[in-house]
């Protein structure tokens, strides 16, 4: 498999574009870190080989910062995203790519996926014997929480929260 290259793994991803602006810790802590996150990001290629290289992402990010205990469940959030983000989130004239952005806050982990349009993820009721729809229901019944915001510039970043304390 190949990897694309890693993006920044430090600062601000998404080419400043302020996406922390609207992703605070929930329960109002202060950061005693200097108000920074930890955080990794990786642009994935718009294909079906994305989910697998998010999963070895978030795992290798995880054990580097010794969160290795929520990693199944966020491997099935990450492929979940990414896997909505390829089928959904995906128009034939974007250039932009996909992105997963993990950030470590003291209390809470996040897992986003930033995608080049700017519609919104909507839950689906699927038939019993249906094979899709159930991504969402997936999402919101292993994490904390998750949502979805525009992004500047265009694009949106859907993500899910978990508590880690």
Known sequence: ??????????????NDQ????????????????????????QDLPSE????????????DTLTRWSLGDF???????VSELVTNAIRYGLC??????LRLVLARYESQLVCMVTDPTDTAPKMQDPDWVAETGRGLHIIEAISRAW?????LGGGKAVWASFSII
Request: hydrophobic share 35%; net charge negative.
């Open 71 to 77: 990693y199944d469940d966020a491997a099935v959030v």
């Open 48 to 59: 079906a080989a994305s989910p697998g290289i998010a999963r070895n992402v978030t795992k």
């Open 1 to 14: 498999m190949n990897l694309p290259p890693p993006s920044e793994t430090t600062g601000i991803p998404l």
């Open 92 to 97: 034939p004239t974007a250039h932009d790519p």
């Open 18 to 41: 302020g996406w922390d602006d609207w992703l605070r810790p929930f329960d109002g802590t202060p950061w005693s870190n200097g108000g920074r996150p930890l955080v990794a990001a």
């Open 147 to 151: 949502g979805w915001t525009p992004l």
